[in-house]
Structure formats: structure tokens, C-alpha cells
């Protein structure tokens, strides 16, 4: 095996937002070179890279060139073909390793490795189309989530159904797309945990944080997880199961639900830092995107204790620009207050643009200040009087 690759060295990056933006902050402060390689111009990534190049994913001789101009390639963005990574791959290591990419791609090719590996999901049921509407009904139940195999994030490509009739109409829309209908799960909180494994096979786990989503999207992160010391152990537990057997390189994020009866069941993996991880940037000695280097760098693996007592984000949709600027300054009164924007143009409605994180001395705290916090920033200049903490 080749030595690590050390500061001074060029990292390639596919794809070009906001987790590619955090981990170019994370390399360059480390002494990396990173370069950006995406479909658009001027990203959140590509604007503090070393360079940006601007191609489409299928662009191979482009993907070419740039695998060839860096010592390893690694991704933000899990949507990209897979012929993009095996073309990279003929010139840079690709960490974590495409086949990983292609497993998570897909929801059930995600489960059906999960199973293998001993890892519990909710009870799913394969839909090719109407023909197999009975079948899986008979097999998961309802109520149920019927959601697209491939292409789905932040709740996009998936639909509550309650009964037979309701996912007959559901896949008749789906124009032949396969899709996974999932058992709904009465879950009690929503989970995740985000770790790391190096090259020689190190582990380092972050502890299970809490979220809480809007409209299917990540609103608010609690860390620590508030829960019994034994679910926190076995969330870690699932997550380095995922980790070693699927032998990430590189970090990864299990998103998890939390039943009454204290049982996890996993929802859905991510092979690269996750929106619930970037609690760790204010909270950690070691965040998620210096871990994503360090692993795919193929160096020993950083701290993952908390050095906070407790901590909170919560995220900064588009939504919060529909009455002009957010008062950033309000926001920001808070002396605990972490601002962090991704330079976005454009702010659209449920777009991600950035987030903010409190840390503090206890958990209700850091919540309720990442919550005020948030709730200033729509607030006009007059109205921000601030009465002082
Ligand atoms: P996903 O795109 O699979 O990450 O789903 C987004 C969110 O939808 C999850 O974080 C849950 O809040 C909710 N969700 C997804 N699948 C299920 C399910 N089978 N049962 C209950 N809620 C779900």
C-alpha cells in the first residue's frame, strides 16, 4: 500500500454544494489543494476551491482530465453516474469506493445489502408496477410509504398511501419507474449517526444526534441524541456494523428510526458527511469534513467526543428570504450563535442555505437559542431590539 496522501496535495471533489464547500474549508485549512468538479459555475464548493472545473457528469473526458490533475476523488454529491466514477477510478483512487455509491444509489439495493448484513429495516415490498400492487400490500401493509428506487432525497419520489386503492393510483403515476413500498414506522424520533473509517480499517464514531424534519427535510439537529445510554450504543453499534462490512472509506451517515420499545430500525445511509453531522463543526475538536479528509487521504482518523456539553442546529431554508434579506446582525446577538452560509444565489423556497448551530450548557438551551436565533433573522431592524443574555 502507497503512503498517505499529505498536505500540498490536490483532492478532487465531485460535485459542487454545500457539503463539498464545508469539506474545501476542512482540506484547505489542512494545507490541501482541493479541485471542484461540477455541472454548474461559481458553486459553494468551487468558490473557495483551488479550481472549478465546469462539466456535466457524463462528460467523460472531462471527469478524465480532472482524475488525472489529483491523488484521490471523493464526492458530495451521491447522484452522479456511475460511469463518471468508473472513469475517475481508471486514474485516482476513489474513496469512498464507487460500488459503495451504486449500492446506496438505489433504495433496494440499500436494503437488500442492509438485510445481508444483518442490518434491520422496515419491511419493504419491490413495485415494478400495478401488477405488483396486491403483493406487496399483502406483504408490508398499511399504512404505508410508497417511495422511488432511485433519485429520492429530502422526501422527494415519496408518497404516504393508506390503503390498497390510494398506492394503486401512486404507482399508476409512477410511468414504469420501479419503486420500494416501505411499512410506515410509528417511529419516536428520528436518529442518525455519522462516522468514519480510515484506510487501515480505524472506526471513529460520532454519538447518535436527533433530528427533526419539516415537509420531509432536516429542520432541527439536537446533539447529543437525548436518549438512554443502550439505544445510543446501538445506534453506534449499527453504525460501525455499516461501516466495516460495506468497507467505507471515507465518512458515512446512517439515519435511523427510534421505536417505542427502544428498537432501531435504519432508514437510509449516506456515503459522505450528512446535514445532521454539521453539528460537529462547532461541537467536535475533529468535524465530520476534516474526518472525510483524513479518511480519504489515508490518514489516522480525529477525535469524535464532543468538546461541547451540548449543541444544536438548526437549518436556514430559502424560505427565510421571502421578506428580503434575513437580519443576519439580529441572529448574531446571541453570542453563542455559529452563522453558516453556503453563498447560494439563489434562495428558493426549501432550498438549503445554510445553518446555524448553538452550543451550550445544556441541550434545552442550545435548542431554544438555535430556535430565537433563527426566529431573528426574520425579524426587521427596528424590531431586534435585543434585550441582552
Ligand atoms: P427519506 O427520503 O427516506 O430520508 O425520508 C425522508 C423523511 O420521511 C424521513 O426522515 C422520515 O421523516 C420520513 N419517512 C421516510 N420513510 C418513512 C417510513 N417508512 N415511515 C415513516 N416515516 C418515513
Known sequence: MTGPILPGAVVG????????????LAARRMGYRVDVFAPEDSTPAGQIAFREIR?????LEAVERFARGVEVVTFEFENVPSATVETAARHAPVRPAGSLLHTTQNRLREKGALGVHGVPVAAYAEVNGV???ASAAAEVGFPAVLKTASWGYDGKGQRRVADEAELRAAVGELDGETAVLEAFVPFVAELSVVGARGLAGDVALYE???????????????CPAPVPRPV???????????LERFEVVGVLCVEMFLLEDDSLL???????????????????P?????????????LPLGSPRRHAPAAAMVNLLGDLWER???????????????????????????????????TADTLEDAEARALAARRALLTTPEEAAWTGR
Request: aromatic fraction near 4%.
Open 13 to 24: 471533489v465531485l460535485g459542487g454544494g454545500q457539503l463539498g464547500r464545508m469539506f474545501t
Open 55 to 59: 462539466a456535466p457528469y457524463d462528460d
Open 131 to 133: 401488477e405488483d400492487v
Open 208 to 222: 447518535p444526534v436527533l433530528n427533526r424534519h419539516v415537509n420531509h427535510i432536516l429542520d432541527v439537529t439536537l
Open 232 to 242: 445510543r450504543d446501538a445506534a453506534q453499534e449499527l453504525a460501525r456494523r455499516v
Open 266 to 284: 435504519v432508514n437510509e445511509l449516506a456515503p459522505r458527511p450528512h446535514n445532521s453531522g454539521h453539528i460537529t463543526i462547532d461541537a467536535h
Open 286 to 298: 475533529v468535524c465530520q469534513f476534516e474526518q472525510q479528509v483524513r479518511a480519504v487521504c489515508g
Open 324 to 358: 428580503g434579506t434575513p437580519n443576519w446582525a439580529a441572529a448574531l446577538r446571541d453570542p453563542l450563535a455559529h452563522l453558516h452560509l453556503y453563498a447560494k444565489s439563489g434562495p428558493r423556497p426549501g432550498r438549503k442555505m445554510g445553518h446555524l448551530a448553538v
